[in-house]
């Protein structure tokens, strides 16, 4: 379900959340971050008292949270909206924050501009779920809401100034990745293209990335963040690759 919010903000000094009764019986939740999938506990520590910094129900996430019991739950995907909480009551509501309007933050003289003031629209997605998620499919859609959509339109005046000789097929893809592997990075260096992936869930897992289009890829060789080869150089069959990912490992992998 696609939802937008338009807030017509007037007010200083203050947080607007978004707030989901799920009615989930549990004790822990899920939560994407960078480069994984995190496991949280709902209640606070009991101890919370004695710590000098208090522990809070608000967490960072990167697209998603999720709440879930055996037969039900819910997950919000969103994009560009970096906290959330499950509130530790018998509903277990999902607070998705949709902005803070701040004074000033740690460090500045004053920040005018953070109270956003003014109209303000936020769009995010609502997943029901039955069970367990699949964190690589909710990641996933995470990074289809923050990439959107590109529309182009033309006159009828325009059509035979564009038109190609050959129809383009019905669905076609640069890169295709199955299986557990949610795709962060791509990029072209001295004439290869590097690949970066990582496994969200808690079990190793195979993936399968392969070129449909025009690119021809025969070699593929594992590499650090900065591009220096830590594997041997492994041929390719039709341009497809097979990779182990082990839970939560991230592989770069550079095609040539």
């Given at each position: 379900?696609?939802?937008?919010?338009?807030?017509?903000?007037?007010?200083?000094?203050?947080?607007?959340?978004?707030?989901?009764?799920?009615?989930?019986?549990?004790?822990?939740?899920?939560?994407?971050?960078?480069?994984?999938?995190?496991?949280?506990?709902?209640?606070?520590?009991?101890?919370?008292?004695?710590?000098?910094?208090?522990?809070?129900?608000?967490?960072?996430?990167?697209?998603?949270?999720?709440?879930?019991?055996?037969?039900?739950?819910?997950?919000?995907?969103?994009?560009?909206?970096?906290?959330?909480?499950?509130?530790?009551?018998?509903?277990?509501?999902?607070?998705?924050?949709?902005?803070?309007?701040?004074?000033?933050t740690v460090f500045t003289?004053?920040?005018?501009?953070?109270?956003?003031?003014?109209?303000?629209?936020?769009?995010?997605?609502?997943?029901?779920?039955?069970?367990?998620?699949?964190?690589?499919?909710?990641?996933?859609?995470?990074?289809?809401?923050?990439?959107?959509?590109?529309?182009?339109?033309?006159?009828?005046?325009?059509?035979?100034?564009?038109?190609?000789?050959?129809?383009?097929?019905?669905?076609?893809?640069?890169?295709?990745?199955?299986?557990?592997?949610?795709?962060?990075?791509?990029?072209?260096?001295?004439?290869?293209?590097?690949?970066?992936?990582?496994?969200?869930?808690?079990?190793?897992?195979?993936?399968?990335?392969?070129?449909?289009?025009?690119?021809?890829?025969?070699?593929?060789?594992?590499?650090?963040?900065?591009?220096?080869?830590?594997?041997?150089?492994?041929?390719?069959?039709?341009?497809?690759?097979?990779?182990?990912?082990?839970?939560k490992q991230i592989k770069?992998?550079?095609?040539?």
């Open positions: 379900m696609e939802v937008e919010s338009t807030v017509h903000n007037v007010a200083a000094d203050h947080r607007l959340q978004v707030l989901f009764p799920t009615g989930a019986q549990a004790e822990t939740y899920l939560a994407d971050t960078p480069f994984d999938v995190v496991e949280r506990p709902i209640p606070l520590r009991a101890d919370n008292h004695l710590y000098r910094e208090l522990e809070v129900e608000t967490r960072p996430q990167q697209s998603w949270t999720a709440i879930f019991d055996a037969q039900r739950g819910l997950a919000v995907i969103s994009a560009g909206l970096l906290e959330s909480a499950i509130q530790d009551g018998a509903d277990r509501t999902l607070a998705l924050t949709l902005y803070r309007s701040t004074q000033r003289d004053g920040e005018p501009e953070g109270q956003l003031l003014g109209k303000l629209s936020f769009r995010y997605w609502l997943a029901p779920l039955t069970g367990a998620p699949d964190p690589v499919r909710l990641t996933r859609l995470g990074q289809q809401l923050a990439a959107g959509l590109r529309a182009v339109q033309l006159r009828p005046a325009d059509l035979p100034l564009h038109r190609q000789p050959t129809a383009l097929p019905p669905t076609a893809g640069f890169l295709e990745v199955d299986g557990p592997a949610v795709v962060t990075s791509t990029r072209w260096l001295d004439g290869g293209l590097e690949v970066r992936l990582f496994n969200p869930t808690t079990t190793d897992g195979r993936a399968v990335v392969r070129f449909p289009g025009s690119v021809q890829v025969t070699t593929m060789q594992e590499v650090d963040f900065e591009s220096q080869p830590t594997g041997e150089i492994h041929s390719l069959s039709r341009g497809e690759a097979v990779v182990t990912l082990t839970a770069t992998l550079r095609f040539a």
